[in-house]
């Protein structure tokens, strides 16, 4: 009885000198390789840092020269419209379990309220993502760039392009919410535009409220013609990155092209979601011009921004059998359907890419808010090698003027002259 006592007696010491030798650390800590495991016992407002890292970002600081800059964390604001629509139309779409589609959505947020033990949770979160993104109506990015980083050779070469996505359902402060027939969901433009070689290289696509594949067009410069592509090009790289059509801005699949999805749970990490540094110095040049990457230090290819606590939802995609990944793990807040980081997975199940995203709050061209993606890390951990999305600050939302019929396949032609 003794033992027991002087045992447990111990463990309790133990357990307090454990508890009373963690900090509570301050926004501006910076976590690397070399204290991480001094930290990890740690707190940041008041969340065990051991926690707010996952598996994965433990491994990427201590092996792969990843910092993580702590900042105080800051809510995020959604826009007026966008809570409204939620608000007006909550209880109105219904998740069909056999069909595994939606029926009834009108607008916002389909399902503002899921809840954990709801065996179709994770699929509604998918549907919410791909339904009701907080950016109002347009996506109008007129200037972003493709930076191909290498893990020895640096900043190898960059890539500018356009990018357009105009919703036709669920517009928000808009009457009516939809426009056309109601069978197309979103038009979308990706094209470059620099360097000449590739100028005009892109796909104008059509996304169908419904499981049928997207219709998808690519200008061919070197015959001056259009091309209709089939339905698989959802899975296919983007010009020669480290991505997959599949993987703008994390996940851009209709939610039923996936085998299936597993809600894994929720949980807090560091995440950049009121990005703070600037993307792109035009005024600079060489490494200067990117600050949000750091080119100077090997790998290259990772991030510098501040991160902060959020809540988010861990939910395992699992994709076709045709596809590249066998599963995709994505991050996504549990406030708004965005993703700040993913996991993909090869055939054979083993780690492939590791994406993170860097979201802002900006205000629409209306007087609204909206969320943006201000940079974006595509990191192929198998290749050694990596894509990073930056976006200029001419990035707009909800710009006025721009209409349907003026996101088309005519637009890639005009880029390629």
């Known amino acids: 009885m003794r033992i027991l006592v002087s045992t447990l007696a111990l463990a309790t010491t133990l357990s307090f000198a454990a508890t009373a030798g963690a900090a509570e650390l301050k926004p501006g800590t910076v976590l690397n390789a070399s204290n991480l495991a001094g930290h990890l016992s740690d707190s940041f407002e008041n969340h065990p840092i051991s926690d707010l890292l996952t598996e994965r970002m433990q491994k990427l600081i201590k092996d792969e020269g990843l910092t993580i800059t702590l900042k105080a964390s800051q809510p995020v604001e959604l826009g007026r419209d966008y809570l409204k629509a939620t608000q007006d139309n909550a209880g109105k779409a219904k998740y069909n379990h056999d069909t595994r589609q939606v029926e009834g959505w009108v607008g916002g947020i389909p ?70 027939d109601g069978s197309i969901l979103t038009k979308t433009l990706l094209y470059a535009t620099y360097p000449s070689d590739i ?36 899975m296919d790289p983007i010009g020669g990155t480290d991505q997959l059509n599949d993987d703008i801005e994390i996940f851009n699949a209709h939610p039923s092209w996936y085998a299936d999805y597993k809600l894994i749970g929720k949980r807090w990490i560091l995440a950049v979601a009121n990005s703070t540094t600037k993307t792109w110095d035009a005024k600079a040049s060489g490494n200067a011009e990117f600050p949000v990457i750091d080119l100077d230090g090997a790998p290259h ?15 395992e995609a699992v994709t076709p059998p045709e596809h590249p990944y066998s599963k995709k793990v994505l991050y996504m807040d549990t406030q708004f359907p965005r993703f700040y980081q993913a996991e993909a997975y090869d055939r054979k199940g083993e780690f492939w890419k590791w994406m993170n995203y860097h979201l802002k709050t900006i205000k629409t061209e209306d007087g609204d808010k909206g969320i943006i993606s201000a940079a974006g890390f595509t990191i192929d951990y198998q290749r050694r090698h990596g894509t990073v999305f ?10 006025p003027g721009i209409k349907a019929d003026n996101v088309n396949l005519g637009e890639l032609e005009k880029a390629a002259r």
């Open 111 to 180: 399902f503002p309220k899921v809840e954990a033990d709801d065996p179709d949770a994770a699929a509604k979160l998918i549907w919410n993502h791909h339904y009701a993104q907080p950016i109002k109506n347009l996506q109008d990015y007129p200037k972003f760039a493709y930076l191909f980083i290498g893990e020895k050779s640096g900043l190898e070469r960059r890539q500018e392009w356009a990018f357009q996505r105009y919703y036709m359902k669920g517009r928000l402060g808009a009457d009516p919410a939809v426009e056309g």
């Open 301 to 315: 290819w990772n991030p510098k921004d501040g991160w902060e606590p959020r809540e988010v939802w861990v939910i």
């Open 199 to 234: 100028r005009g290289l892109g796909l104008f696509t059509v996304r169908y409220d419904s499981p049928k594949l997207e219709d998808s067009w690519a200008y061919l410069k070197s015959v001056r013609r259009t091309r209709r592509l089939s339905g698989g090009t959802w």
């Open 390 to 399: 930056i976006l200029a600050d001419s990035a707009k939302l909800n710009t």
